[in-house]
């Protein structure tokens, strides 16, 4: 695989020039040329440039549309509800999440119900973004369905995102972003395209057998992570990223779908929390004292911790020369 | 083991009057009592007589207030505190859950920070209450440091366990309560009395190693379920039930605690949220619709289904003739 290395600004006009060339107004592919770059800057490749192609996809299909405007009505002063008519998530993340912490600081707890949106991306932005303001951020999102609940041995969960963010003022916030699938379906396929065993649990065959072949995994099903707990926890997503918003649950998206490739249309749950409101006076340091013993305690690593190393490297990055080519050829 | 059988009001009253004779008033004993009936009513045994002996050494030793009032305080119109002074945690949410259900069907999103409490109770009787008002609910409490997080091999978490409830009108809502460690100490001890092994990832022993052996692991220490992803779950966890309350952490419960065997002083954090306010009308049909797809599938356990069967018997209930002997013992 031979690399090429694009400065990270190069790597934000390249999104953006894409976006622009496939029919997105400024504000869609700014916000989505913002979160390519973000992808890129904390070493997170999976939701960076290689996301671009699906992008494309579903401008191109006329699933997703470019120059939507995502409206924004307060359902409550807790809760607000951002429809992205049809736009890609970031733009109507960029509306909601301003308004999403304002009432987080008012109200001490607030939600932000996204709509009418295509989630293709990583959900650490949204919690982070909570987090950088002092705030606890929890999000979630569904996507179609390739996770089969516990016990079963057909699919009906997506790979269903939960993210976590805990601010700590003066160091970075703890903050984690995962699956609760055992395991991406795209890993699956590079552990079978790389003659590789996956652990057993990661999946079953097409009988609805478990195996350690990842092939045969990628013709069944996978299973969520950690069991008949993980599988609560992907329940819990399941109903929060799509009862809780009123948009489509995982096996909805996969009917309604127009199948290009590109994200299906979806909704995105998002909690902020105050500990300052909550807990209040006093909570950063006693957290600290938490976080001071986590730390030191040897083979701990702290959620989000890479991210953040990563992001302290200004300089290039090193991106797939054939990745780059097929964004030139879409522009 | 021999049994005896108790009608269920006859474990609420042997429950009442333990705790009336360790010191507790009526509104404290009869708060407990109800706990632990609707424990034995589902089947949910480990929370229920069982627990007695724990909750009179904590009366006894004084560490437990069985007289306590706990005091309500409205932080925000979202954000409810009450302040168990030293009760058990029943009593404090008796107090606070009306509270947290009216507010979260006026603003749509709410909290319910419990401190100043004892918790040694199941967490679905929280998060059922919201669920047969319509709401759902997401509760979580820490406890005595007995978990190491992924990748450490010294504890820091508490079993940590998470609640969820979602209502279904016109059915049982599906709620859960989970240990967020793989397996509760308690079940590690009675699997090394039975010679039994446990699944490899349960836990480590003195060493730190990775082992089958319960009484190993008894010496060592539990490991959340589902590896680094059960450990991130466990640490949001321990960072909403300590971090947003303001009470302690499982390490400072361990500090701090007179070590009588009963439960140590923490807190709980209680999520509401309202689907009619958030998701708008028509929710019931549109989750409705998952759910029906959900049951129907081959394999597939509904969470709380086990329990909400076992409340159909109305009939007395098998309970272990010492324990109600050595209860019988502390009145």
Redesign the interface.
Known sequence: MSIKELSLEAIRDLAKNVMVANGCDAANAEALADIIYRAERDGSHSHGLFRVPGYVKALRSGKVDGKAKPTIKY?????I?VDGHGCFAPLAQAVGLPALAEATE??????L?LIGVHHFAALWPETEFLADRGL?G?ACTAYMPSV??A????A?FGTNPLS?A?PRPGHNP?V?D?A?ASMAMGDVQIAARDGRDVPLGTGLDADGKLTTDPAAIAKGVLLP???Y??S??A??V???A?????EQ?S?EARENDNKDGGPPRGGEMI?G?S?A????D??QD??E??MQ??TK?????M?GERRHKNRLDKGPRQINVELIETINGLL
């Open positions: 359902l409550t002063p807790a809760i509800q008012k109200i001490g707890i607030a939600a119900s606890v929890i089969a609940p016990g079963a041995t057909e009906l976590f805990w703890v984690y995962m609760t992570f950690g069991g707990k993980g609560a926890i329940l819990m399941e109903l929060l799509a009862g809780m918003t009123g649950f096996f909690i929390m500990p409101l909550i807990a209040g006093g909570w006693h957290v004292g938490f013993k986590m305690i040897d083979g701990v690593r959620p």
